[in-house]
């Protein structure tokens, strides 16, 4: 989609760190990170938020989480633990409007009991 960050990201046109990549899925690093290991989990097809994801086509999710397991494993976060978090709207805090997993993980995260 035209004026997505994400999208440019995507395509190319903007710079990013990217660590991943399939058919369906890309990852790249967070420009701000909030933890040691930040990174974003994007399914290539432009939606806005997840329920729009899953709302027009729930097997992204599955995309999505499969590219996670496959970047945790390959770079082991799995044996110390990470943390997936998407954020909707204004109360959660979300500033990127294409559907996106926060994956968190490098250091003991705090927050959620923790
Ligand atoms: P949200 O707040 O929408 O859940 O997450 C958006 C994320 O995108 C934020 O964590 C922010 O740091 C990150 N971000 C914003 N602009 C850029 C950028 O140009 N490149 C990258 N790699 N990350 C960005
Ligand atoms: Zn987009």
Redesign the pocket.
């Known amino acids: 989609m035209e004026d997505c960050?994400f999208c440019k990201?995507h395509k190319g046109e903007?710079p990013?760190t990217r660590v991943y990549e399939d058919e369906n899925v890309i990852a790249?690093?967070?420009?701000?990170p909030q933890a040691k290991e930040h990174i974003?989990f994007i399914h290539k097809r432009h939606t806005k938020n997840v329920n729009e994801l899953v709302a027009t086509d729930p097997s992204e999710l599955s995309d999505v989480f499969l590219a996670i397991k496959k970047y945790t494993e390959d770079s082991k976060l799995t044996e110390t633990g990470f943390r997936v978090v998407t954020?909707f709207g204004p109360d959660g805090?979300?500033?990127?409007f294409h559907t996106?997993f926060?994956l968190l993980g490098g250091q003991k995260l705090k927050g959620f009991g923790a």
């Open positions: 960050l990201i903007i990013s790249f690093r967070d420009l701000y974003l954020n805090g979300q500033t990127v996106h926060h």
